[in-house]
């Protein structure tokens, strides 16, 4: 299910203006003849697409009387006006949910956190809506409607149904959740898998600006990748792409959730990490920060399990350069607390099994707290609106 | 170096322009409508784009007064004139070099196999240069310019470089291809990886027609795949990608050519499988021929061999699936001949590793002779001569 906007709709739906607006969202501000260098577009098929946008107060043009060419269209900048409408974004983990308040550009106004009373997907749901109406009464103040929500989580989600097909943290298996929600909180929503999310995030505000294809991995509770190939985000035709945490790592390696065994997850995974831990330790370690504190100590069994994930992280992100040549790896997620404990073996993970030139690609890491994500989440919500 | 086309250039070198010729050439005749519609585009940019193509004789309008509306514009259908000009494909193999001379409609007139004399680079340069003039004066015949030559072979190869990085089965490294070429034969040259260049045509012409996002995997002396996401085919940052047959099957498993254990190329290559039939059956087998008459008459070491080599590309294009959730996966090469040996394990293998709905892309099979393969090439040239 394609959330809907029946109270206010963006003013033109053909690809390219939905692709002039987030050219000018990402790259702004832009006089019309970048806009058209940069989205591949002829620069009437620009003037035309803008000018909608400008009438109905999405793009707003500089007056900027230095750039006026003496022959010729004028070469005033045009950019995103923020302020025009805003947007909730909600990212699902499985103890709490965060949310934000953003405006049109996705800068964050407000930024909520909320624990889960329980992970049944009507418990979810009735924190989700708590959450998004909280955040849309904090709009109020800013006399702006709220056109969207976006509801960001890890696992098999199929956007264009609504639905989660498979959650292994939450332990859901075809949940509708973009039909509830929308229902219960009068907003078009838009269900994304978490890191697809915040790889739109990215591409449109990070360090994944202005590259055609790169990837961002992410390293923590679960092992998650985001692809952008040819300037999209991959969705992968049944919903499922970006599974690097399924890439198989060691036959003989130790079960995975999915069924198989040595799964990169089922080594570098927060969980598969404590287990071994615990294993080659023989202490009760309580959780994952005390694992990484007893590594930070010295302990040489705790330091030789981050060093076995960090090898196997690295040769998961070869297996994608390999595949997709992408300019730049982004490594996140909560796991980079570790990080210390494994970007040598990361690297060379990545350098013994990248082949040919694929080592070429850049891999570098950025932390990005989970507001980012659920940036990310409104982000999609935007997407939607736009009809990208 | 991009191949230049002095003698004649094609008429309009636009992203549109390019796109829809691409669009007819694939799914032609069509309607403007229709070709608006399949490219993404307006119907008045696909009438803009279609008029100099039509005057310059690349497309022609089928008049159909029947199809003829009363109002608007008319729906007569554009098609591809395949007669307007010719183009030279070849596959350089190990041991010989396939060349094909097709027309615009990239459909093969006429196709030749020569031997190689050395895998030296000049060797194979002077043998490649000898059958496209062989190709060209066949050409003569058709009273048609040869527009371009397209080779391709496999490994690391950059088109826009037209230099051939790394072939491990002919020992190059960094050689220029497309200059010394395209010097010697007066043609403008493409050179791409032989697996590319199949996948180009299978989106056009073959399995691939209609679909935005499939993969094609070649078993045989190498293992090689080719990617199309969204409606392109994937070419890498820097000129790696697809290399499926460096996707990690068994850490403890044989070396590969690349340095690392146990890769899938390692496992299910011709080569190696071969050494292993050797290994468990203590018979000197001779090749793969005899390698699989071996199990064909029921050697068992021979069969296990081929299961575990099935198990493993099966794994491997679930790494495929998992990552880049295609809607189709096209197996091909010269290690069909041994399918039945390893279908079911290929099967099997796919499906345990699959994550999820990735599980739902479709596997097939498609022999396709090295002639196709040499057709690929020549879309590669014609790819390159339309601007795509």
Redesign the interface.
Known sequence: MQPTFPAETFPAH???ASQVFTTVLAHGPLTRLDVARRA?L?PA?VTKAVRPLIEAGYLVEDADAEARPALGRPANRVRVDGGRALFTGLKVTGDEIIGVLTDLCCRILVARRVPLTGRAPRDVLAVAVDLANELRTEADGFGVPVLGLGIALAG?V?RAEGTV??SPFLDWHCVPLAGPAGAASGLPVTVDNDVRALTVAEQWFGDGVGL??FAVVTVGAGIG?G?V??G?V???????????G???????GPPCH???RGCLEAVAADAAILARVREVTGSDVAGTAEAVALAHRGDEGARAVYARAGEAIG?GIA?????????RVIISGEGLAAYDLYARQIRDGFA??A????A??EVRTRPLPFEEWARGAAATAIQSFVGR
């Open positions: 053909t690809p390219a591949g002829s098929a098999d199929d097909r498979y055609s294809d990748c692809l190939v040819h999209r991959v969705s992968g035709a049944h919903g499922v792409a970006g599974e690097i399924h890439v198989p790592v060691d036959p003989d999915c069924g198989n040769r297996t994608v350069a390999n595949l997709l040549g992408p300019q013994a099994a082949f040919g030139s694929a070429r690609c």
